[in-house]
């Protein structure tokens, strides 16, 4: 009885001793300069953080590129490190983010999926766009016809206040019934972040400070400081704050024993929204064969199915995912511009991080 329950509280250790990261270890070495010469990935599992490495490694060029980029968008610009506490713009890594403050609302009572937005902004509905649902903000279904998203977020920018920012979307054309078109872009989420503004009566900055930043302790996370807040992709964070995100998504809710989303939310949003009779008018590139829930991709198996794997990567290759049937969650923050085989690159890093957990 003594040597069994010897072992029995030996082998977490021995499970985590047997964990081989080397080869993810070798692959980020690899293409760290590919992948904008900074890279920085942790993994979760279990009741800790099982893996975290980086790599700073730029060219001159990339360096110089870099500092232009850190220090117009307001990131941590020393090129010296780039660690799990280096801040830096994460671009549509916001959505998955803001989609869980919209489900803060869902839970509490004071929001539904099905409310239609034209009740809490009249101008959507001067212009015909009043029926669109909560659920069609955060899934992309709105049938706006919305720019690309770079340009959509820099002509943002240049209103100021979301007042005006709606007012634009509003005019906008539409290119389809709600419900039956999915475009990628940033209409639906700044649709839903104005709705949280005008039933709460506070600005989406603190809203999501209140609910998801500050309860993850994420301490140095948050959406700028411009005159309108970007839900879709103005979102500022480091490598360690959004795997504490991830952690809670990978636990149906909870984080450090405190509810943040209900178990029957995080399921919601990984609902694939991209049904059969639901027509793809815009999708990345580098999101191919792949559903959408809220805020997040749904990968599928060949089959079409759900494996199991979530995710919301960003423009700037910042890559978080949620691995639900292998029970853990991971986080690579890059800076790298280039777009054409991100895919593949992410699908080769999951699978030597799959490897080295088994």
Known sequence: MKKLLYLLLLLPFLSAAQQDFSKVDAWIDDNARDMGGRVVLVVYKGTKTVYSYSVNDMSRRQKVGTKVIA?????????????????QPIASCSKWLSAALVMTFVDEGTLKLTDTVGTYLPILSKNGKGNITISQCLSHTTGIDTPDLKEGLKEMKTYNSMDDAIAAIAALPMEGKPGTIFHYGNAGLQIAGAVLEKISGKSFEQLFAERIAQPLNMRDTDFGKGKVPLPAGGAFSTAEDYLNFTVMILRTGMFNGRRILSEKSVAEMQVNRITPDVKVAHSPAEAPGTGYGYGEWI??????????????????????????????????FAVNLKHKGRQEKYAELKKLVDGALE
């Open 299 to 332: 990968f599928t198996d060949v089959n079409g199915q759900p494996n199991g794997t979530v995710s919301s990567p960003g423009l700037f290759g910042s890559f978080p995912w949620v691995e639900n049937s292998k029970g853990y969650s991971a986080v690579l």
């Open 71 to 87: 220090r117009r968008k307001g990131a941590d610009a020393n090129l010296d490190k780039f660690t799990t506490t280096t801040r």
